[in-house]
């Protein structure tokens, strides 16, 4: 355990404007001292004075949210030596049974340290966030071309006969087109002005969220194929699913063996036995966009590589549904990923 090697935890409850420190002590857990800093330069260099001061012997930092609110801070201690660990929230029922405050939450984060196997180091690299940040912007653009997508077709079904028989059943492409060039008409009807407003608005949102998106996968496919090129030579993994298991992963120590790797990935087996049904299943756990990757290589493998058809058809014959057998082969994609990218060449970026 974490406990056995140190003699201080210092958890940080992290938030926009401050961050609320906790020195615990190993291994009883006793708390030394607390205090909040702000969320600038100045407050990280009183934070690392003040753990200096109360933490003086072998110390790390046990920080919740290291990659929102908290990656300032981490950053900082991690480029002046300090050990930096990152730690998930406290359940909601203990929050419900013991209380919550920022003192509080600050405490739980040393303690849930001090108790623990070795932690995940926080994400870290300059090109990686920069990877990190490309998934979130063309994510919300995915959204808000899916969303203007959906409006679109549903303004359609409630448009003025003419207009939807002259819309309907076209594809979208030419719906696209067709929509971004509705004019106004002088003898329409004021319902119908408009919904070739609406449809023309929707259309043209749809067409700038779509350039948007390419433009950042475009960019997506320049850091994956720095960071890991061996991936896009995997069966079902493309720029998106690349970047997704190299966000995920972070770099070489982040993640401390496949099966932690498995573990967040949400691809682990759990006991599911009752009486004497003999059983695993997954665990719901974990990273979810990870998960999701994962399901998509799984998705794009059972239908165009014949080795895992081959593989699926052999679980089926030994007994296994389609369903175990897919298990299974999520949980044997997540270990393969993973040595996969430990394989990689450390960066400096």
Known sequence: MVADELDYVVGVDTHRDEHVLAVVAAPAGAVVAQRAVSTDSRGYGQALRFAQHYAGG???????????????????????????????????????????????????????????????????????????LLMVARRSAVDVRREALVQLRSVIVTAPDRLREELRGLPVQRLLERCGRLRRSPTAAPDELAARLVLRTLARRVEAATAEADELEREILVHVRALAPELLDEPGVGPIVGAQLIVAWSHRGRVRSEAAFARLAGVAPVPASSGQTRRHRLSRGGDRQLNRALHTIVLHRRQHDPTTKDYIAKRIAEGKSRRDATRLLKRYLARHLYRLLQQQEPLLA
Request: aromatic fraction near 4%.
């Open 58 to 132: 072998a110390r790390l930092w046990a920080v919740e949210g290291a990659g929102h609110y908290g990656a300032g801070l981490a950053r900082y201690l991690s480029d002046r030596g300090e050990a930096v660990l990152e730690v998930g929230r406290s359940s909601r029922s203990e929050r419900r049974l013991r209380g919550k405050d920022d003192q509080l939450d600050a405490v739980r984060a040393a303690r849930a340290g001090l108790r623990s196997e070795p932690l995940p180091v926080p994400r870290s690299g300059e090109r990686r966030e920069a990877l990190r």
